[in-house]
C-alpha cells in the first residue's frame, strides 16, 4: 500500500500542480496543505482542476459578457466607435485561480479513500497480515463455506477487533 501524503508532501503536490497557472497572491497553499488531511494526491490534484476550471468559466462568462456589451455600444454608435474599441487594450478580469475558486472547488471535493481503508493502511504491513490471519482463522472456525477475500472481512469489521493492540497503538 502507498500511503497517503503528508502536509509538506500535499503542500508539494498543490505547488506542482499549480506550476504553470496563475494563482491570486491571497491563496494560501499552506492552508490548502492543511485542510485536506486523508486525502490522496489525486485528489488534490482534483482540488486545483476543479479551481482551475471554475476560474476559466468564470473568465469565459466575462469575455462573454463585454463582447455583448460591445456589441450593443456599436449597433447604438454606429460603425466608427466600434473601430476604436478594437483598438483598446483588454483587460482580464480574471487573470488568476482565487481564493474563492478554491473555496467552491472544496465544496465539490471528496476523499477517494474511505475511513475503513485509512484503518487497514494505518495497521502497516505486520498489523495487515495479522489481520488477514485472524480473519482466515476465525472465518474457517466459524464457518463451512469457503474463506471470504480478507480484505473484504478486514474493511467490514473493526480493527479493533481483529487487532487487539490497535487500539493501544493510538491509531
Given at each position: 500500500?502507498?500511503?497517503?501524503?503528508?502536509?509538506p508532501?500535499?503542500?508539494?503536490?498543490?505547488?506542482?500542480?499549480?506550476?504553470?497557472?496563475?494563482v491570486?497572491?491571497?491563496?494560501?497553499?499552506?492552508?490548502?496543505?492543511?485542510?485536506?488531511?486523508?486525502?490522496?494526491g489525486?485528489?488534490?490534484?482534483?482540488?486545483?482542476?476543479?479551481?482551475?476550471?471554475?476560474?476559466?468559466?468564470?473568465?469565459?462568462?466575462?469575455?462573454?459578457k463585454?463582447?455583448?456589451?460591445?456589441?450593443a455600444?456599436?449597433?447604438a454608435?454606429?460603425?466608427?466607435?466600434?473601430?476604436?474599441e478594437?483598438?483598446?487594450e483588454?483587460?482580464?478580469?480574471?487573470?488568476?485561480?482565487?481564493?474563492?475558486?478554491f473555496?467552491?472547488?472544496?465544496?465539490?471535493?471528496?476523499r477517494?479513500?474511505?475511513?475503513?481503508?485509512?484503518?487497514?493502511?494505518?495497521?502497516?504491513?505486520?498489523?495487515?497480515?495479522?489481520?488477514?490471519?485472524?480473519t482466515?482463522?476465525?472465518?474457517?472456525?466459524?464457518?463451512?463455506?469457503?474463506?471470504?477475500?480478507?480484505?473484504?472481512?478486514?474493511?467490514?469489521?473493526?480493527?479493533?477487533r481483529?487487532?487487539?493492540?490497535?487500539?493501544?497503538?493510538?491509531?
Amino acid at each position: 500500500m502507498i500511503p497517503l501524503p503528508d502536509e509538506p508532501s500535499r503542500l508539494s503536490i498543490f505547488k506542482a500542480a499549480l506550476r504553470k497557472s496563475p494563482v491570486a497572491p491571497d491563496v494560501d497553499l499552506g492552508y490548502l496543505a492543511k485542510a485536506t488531511p486523508c486525502f490522496s494526491g489525486a485528489d488534490c490534484v482534483g482540488i486545483v482542476q476543479r479551481a482551475s476550471k471554475l476560474a476559466i468559466r468564470q473568465s469565459i462568462e466575462y469575455d462573454m459578457k463585454v463582447d455583448r456589451e460591445r456589441k450593443a455600444r456599436a449597433e447604438a454608435a454606429g460603425d466608427g466607435a466600434m473601430e476604436e474599441e478594437e483598438t483598446a487594450e483588454e483587460v482580464d478580469e480574471v487573470p488568476h485561480i482565487t481564493r474563492a475558486h478554491f473555496e467552491e472547488a472544496f465544496g465539490y471535493a471528496r476523499r477517494s479513500v474511505s475511513d475503513a481503508e485509512l484503518r487497514v493502511s494505518r495497521l502497516g504491513i505486520k498489523g495487515w497480515t495479522a489481520a488477514m490471519r485472524l480473519t482466515l482463522v476465525r472465518h474457517s472456525v466459524t464457518s463451512n463455506s469457503p474463506p471470504l477475500c480478507p480484505l473484504q472481512e478486514v474493511l467490514r469489521d473493526p480493527i479493533s477487533r481483529l487487532v487487539p493492540s490497535y487500539s493501544r497503538m493510538g491509531m
